[in-house]
């Protein structure tokens, strides 16, 4: 894929860069080294300063980069603006409460003083995709800059207008040059940058084959990565369930971001006693989705972001349809220009077709039904990913059981999944390893010493 700028509402290029070459990645890679000599040692409160700044650039300034966002990866506009300024709340979070989540912790030993200690540990290399063009990179780059750390970016091809102004954000902000570089390279320029001894650990969001590929590369120099390899995440609803703020979720949680969201719904496994009504009103709420211009407040389902999605997409689909599953709704391109897909429903989905076993990055739905809380548990946990569940049941019981049987890094109880910078988000199996945000986010790429004085 080129790098550019190629609106996913009309396929029009609006602007194309010139990946960096080896002379120009090498000048980053030093200056990065260079930034880091004198960033490690910035106190914690010139840091904080900092980043407080870059959340009010984001504040200020939240319209200009959701237009970025809509114009190069189709997002709505309105939650395009959500997210920009959701990017505000990582960093002021960060600014807040670095010093006291890295402060010296005392440990009562044998010795006269013993004590952890949390060090920065150099240049990360962030690989982040296009979905959040801008929250991917600050739940990334507001811990690991106020670490004490430096970040390197490669973001996907097709969003590098947006990748270049985060970078424009922490310059205005104040943080030196090198201490946060986007660089406009390749899929094929990765290895050659994480094999470079300068660069200390990497972390990935993306699909299982890059994380697989990142973290083979990673291993093979011994260095920390921690991965993010989407899901097909879990919608539960049980007999308990306020059905109807059940049914309203579940499409705003499916078709968030145009259905593409490693922690959007994907699979919705509703019990007996009332699948019937909510399948009802789930695909009767799809299929009147108003469909258009990301750009128009009234719109509630824009563009993939790719022609290749729509393709990837639709094939997988009635892949799923010729094994025998069902649509109730969509199930098709749309026929105007840009990437549309329809709001679409499965049913009677097949265990060895698509819809079941693979991640489908846009507007699909695979509705399925149990008729207990066993079969709700092993539907749920049958699939190679486990990164957020969404359960909807107001039984006490029940949700002890979906929080101790479900095999996902996260589960929201009558809620749709959600990042927060105060809490670990991540997940298990295929969904990968290591976790971003809150405490445990920030502790991922540091050096926890042990000392001890006797």
């Not at 106190?43 to 970025?68: G, N, T």
């Not at 959701?86 to 010093?99: H, P, Q, R, S, V």
């Amino acid at each position: 894929m080129s790098i550019a700028t190629i609106n996913p509402a009309t396929g029009e290029v609006i602007k194309t860069f010139q990946p960096l070459s080896d002379a120009e990645i090498e000048c980053k890679l030093q200056l990065a080294v260079n930034a880091f000599r004198a960033e490690r040692n910035t106190p914690f409160a010139e840091r904080a300063r900092r980043m407080r700044k870059a959340a009010e650039i984001l504040d200020r300034d939240k319209e200009k980069f959701a237009e970025l966002m809509t114009l190069e990866m189709g997002k709505p506009y309105k939650a395009a603006v959500a997210e920009a300024a959701k990017c505000t709340t990582a960093c002021t979070y960060y600014a807040e409460n670095t010093e006291k989540i890295l402060a010296d912790e005392v440990v009562q030993t044998a010795a006269k003083k013993s004590f952890v200690r949390y060090l920065p540990i150099g240049p990360i290399l962030a690989v982040m995709p296009w979905n959040f063009p801008f929250w991917q990179v600050i739940r990334f780059a507001a811990p690991a800059l106020m670490a004490g750390n430096v970040g390197l970016l490669k973001h996907a091809s097709n969003v590098p207008q947006c990748a270049l102004a985060i970078e424009q954000i922490f310059l205005e902000a104040g943080f030196p040059q090198g201490v946060f570089q986007t660089l406009l390279i390749g899929a094929g320029q990765v290895d050659a940058i994480l094999n470079d001894s300068r660069v200390v650990a990497a972390t990935l969001t993306g699909s299982e084959q890059a994380g697989i590929q990142v973290g083979v590369s990673a291993a093979k120099r011994i260095k920390k990565v921690v991965l993010e390899l989407g899901g097909s995440d879990p919608f539960i609803v049980m007999p308990s369930a306020n059905l109807e703020a059940a049914v309203n979720t579940a499409v705003q949680a499916r078709v968030q971001n145009n259905g593409q969201s490693c922690i959007a719904a994907k699979r919705f496994i509703v019990a007996e006693p009332i699948a019937d009504e909510f399948e009802k009103k789930f695909v009767s709420k799809m299929k009147n989705l108003r469909v258009g211009d990301p750009f128009d407040d009234t719109t509630e389902l824009g563009p993939l972001a790719t022609p290749s999605a729509v393709l990837d997409l639709d094939r997988d689909v009635k892949a799923t349809v010729a094994a025998g599953g069902k649509v109730l709704t969509g199930g098709h391109p749309l026929d105007r220009p840009g990437n549309f897909y329809a709001a679409t429903v499965l049913t009677n989905v097949p265990k060895d077709s698509p819809a079941y076993k693979e991640e489908f990055f846009g507007p699909v739905a695979s509705l399925f039904r149990v008729n207990n809380i066993d079969e709700a548990i092993c539907l749920a946990n049958d699939s190679r990913f486990g990164l957020g569940s969404s359960v909807w049941t107001n039984d006490q019981q029940e949700q002890e059981r979906f929080i101790n049987e479900l095999e996902a890094g996260m589960t929201f109880f009558n809620k749709m999944v959600a990042s927060d910078p105060r809490i670990p988000f991540g997940g298990v199996k295929q969904s990968g390893h290591g976790r971003e945000l809150g405490p445990f986010g920030i502790r991922e790429f540091v050096n926890i010493k042990t000392v001890w004085i006797d």
